[in-house]
């Protein structure tokens, strides 16, 4: 099997780590940062093959899948959609988690006329969360509610943010301002992020407080569910601390005059200086730990009864190898599905949400087993209701 | 009895309209604003005479003097100091609330040669709290804790801040950043603004939060007290926030690299876009109600026993005038001294900030009766303690 991923940040180093442990799966990355090619490099014992490009030339990437089985796409989310495009254009099998703000969907007729598959998406949450829902909406007839909670967190909890990134700090920031999509009474409608926060207990973390972000993405068009909602988890009081922020307008993105500090005065976005001062405050360290939380809820009849099925992934980082837990549990779904499409054992043809995937038989019951061997668990509960 | 005020802002127009209330009081306010001098005038029922003119240009200043028996400074922080000398040069007797940054008793050599009163940080607090902590100094032998708590906060308690700004919301941060001068066993040290945030419930108000600032001014220099505190009073939350602003930089003075909007780069202080966004959010509209609290708490030997001297004030918004509570506490302790000033009931020569007054025999009571006379009371207590 020879499998190329683009992209070597925090996720695509983890994809490599896990493909080279597969006996004869040769796997290159590509990258534009010397430095990330040389931690992948390094986390994969030097048995993945580097090659630095610019990552936004999609003609060069066009040229370059050629020779390989699979393409895993673990690229910042601005890039993922025209790579999604190029890869459909070469007709090569593709799983992403680049998490683009455009709509996949939009080139499924695209790809099943080009009779690609490509898997989108497929990270933990969006990720496993679309696939355990796709089986949710499966299992139950008919399936009442969805309820979606995710989060990234620090392992130690320091104020006042109580936060770091596991990923981009802007595609964070935009979580706490674009209006959250979700479905009540069968129709979709608009909240604002960051409202209706909630405490949930979970087990083996505590109390974390759960907030309304514009998480459905595919989901509100796949699922026929009429109560559907995804939520993002942080410690307590996280929440709270953003909404003043964002009220203050320091999350606006609209040039304001201010003064320079040479007398005169230039527009500047407040986003701007607000990420310039908060990103470093939200970096990891080298060999700071962090944890991945996701709870998945379903609600609605099995055989006749009335049922809450429940998902519970608890993660933790990796002090053996010093994969992150965001790093471990986004890139493993997506290797998991990379080598079903490479060994053709994805018949749907088009642009595939991991929703998608609970038709391709055995699919979760392999995920979860793969998942277990890399000590990604998830536990289900199914819990009978008055 | 002729006077001039300096300043035609929020406290400089109460000012005005306490003065005028006197029969033969004749006022004039100077100010650069329209504006203000418009204000000032409508409030005290047109019976004030306005001039416009650059409160900076002290050589001007110097010569319009004259014919005044007493100056009221109500000026911007940074303008007080020079205003202040610029007084004593012309031997002018003079009361002053503009809350300089600079050392007031400075002068103070300069005054008692040019034979001059000037009383300084005549305000509520400063101001009323110096001259209740001089009454503690005095009765109290020893007097071995001083604890002063004051502040001003709108009566519509809204989030994220549940605060609005009464005086330069400037000055309100430079209050959260610059460290807190406080004395402890004897000694000065130095604490983080905003710290030590402690919850204190007050009559008539509910339940506070209070955390140190710089607030101690002239007191460490003129008492000699062991334990001296001042702190700010806030609604519970607000001091976390502040601390969390401050900890992301966005208090910071030191310019840092922004993009701006034409894809340039510009140096910014943080501070400068911070206060672009919060200013306006901090701000009183017409006729939004505020209230002022001040507790001052005094620990020591009565009598040989051990006493607890305790002063709460609580100030509302006055309606009928539509002067604000931080307005009216703020100009009502300077124009009652500066009636005795004119009147030359004041014995000291110098620069005197309030806690010296307790000298002049009879001028504690005065206020206290003037003050009440004005709506604004005093409740005083005296606690034996075990």
Redesign the interface.
């Known amino acids: 099997m020879n499998t190329l991923i683009l992209g070597a940040g925090l996720v695509g180093s983890v994809m490599a780590m896990d493909l080279v442990a597969d006996r004869g799966c040769k796997v290159t990355i590509v990258d534009a940062s010397i430095e990330n090619l040389a931690r992948a490099s390094r986390r994969a014992g030097g048995k993945v093959k580097t090659m630095r490009a610019d990552l936004s030339d999609h003609a060069y990437l066009g040229k370059i899948v050629e020779p390989f089985d699979v393409v895993l796409g673990a690229l910042p989310s601005r890039l993922g959609f025209a790579a999604l495009r190029t890869m459909i254009e070469a007709k090569k099998p593709y799983c992403d988690i680049s998490f683009m703000a455009e709509e996949a969907l939009d080139l499924d007729a695209f790809a099943r006329k080009r009779g690609v598959a490509a898997v989108v998406d497929c990270g933990v949450a969006p990720g496993l969360s679309n696939l355990l829902s796709g089986v949710a909406a499966m299992e139950l007839k008919p399936c009442m509610r969805l309820d979606i909670m995710v989060g990234g967190l620090p392992v130690e909890r320091r104020?006042?943010?109580e936060y770091k990134a596991g990923f981009s700090p802007s595609d964070v920031i935009e979580e706490y301002t674009r209006p959250a999509r979700l479905v009540e009474n069968g129709r979709e409608v608009v909240k604002t992020a960051l409202s209706e926060v909630e405490a949930v207990d979970l087990p083996g973390v505590g109390t974390l407080e759960a907030f309304n972000t514009d998480g459905l993405r595919s989901l509100i068009r796949t699922l026929k569910v009429p109560t559907m909602r995804e939520r993002t988890m942080r410690y307590p009081g996280h929440a709270?601390?953003m909404?003043?922020f964002r009220?203050?307008?320091?999350f606006?993105e609209t040039?304001?005059?201010?003064?320079?500090?040479?007398g005169?005065t230039?527009?500047?976005?407040?986003l701007?200086?607000?990420s310039?001062?908060?990103f470093p405050?939200w970096s990891y360290t080298e060999g700071e730990e962090d944890l991945t939380v996701m709870r998945i809820e379903a609600e609605g009849m099995l055989k006749k009864k009335s049922v809450l099925l429940r998902w519970d992934l608890l993660d933790r980082y990796d002090r053996k190898t010093g994969a992150t837990s965001m790093g471990r549990t986004t890139a493993f779904p997506c290797t998991i599905v990379a080598r079903l499409l490479a060994k053709g054992k994805i018949r749907q043809r088009g642009v595939l949400p991991p929703e998608k995937l609970v038709a391709e038989k055995g699919l979760v019951e392999h995920m979860m087993s793969e998942l277990t061997k890399r000590g990604v668990t998830i536990r289900a509960e199914r819990i009978e209701l008055a």
């Open positions: 104020l006042p943010y709270d601390l909404r003043a009220h203050t307008g320091l606006d040039p304001i005059a201010v003064k320079t500090a040479d005169g230039a527009m500047v976005r407040p701007d200086l607000t310039r001062l908060l405050k």
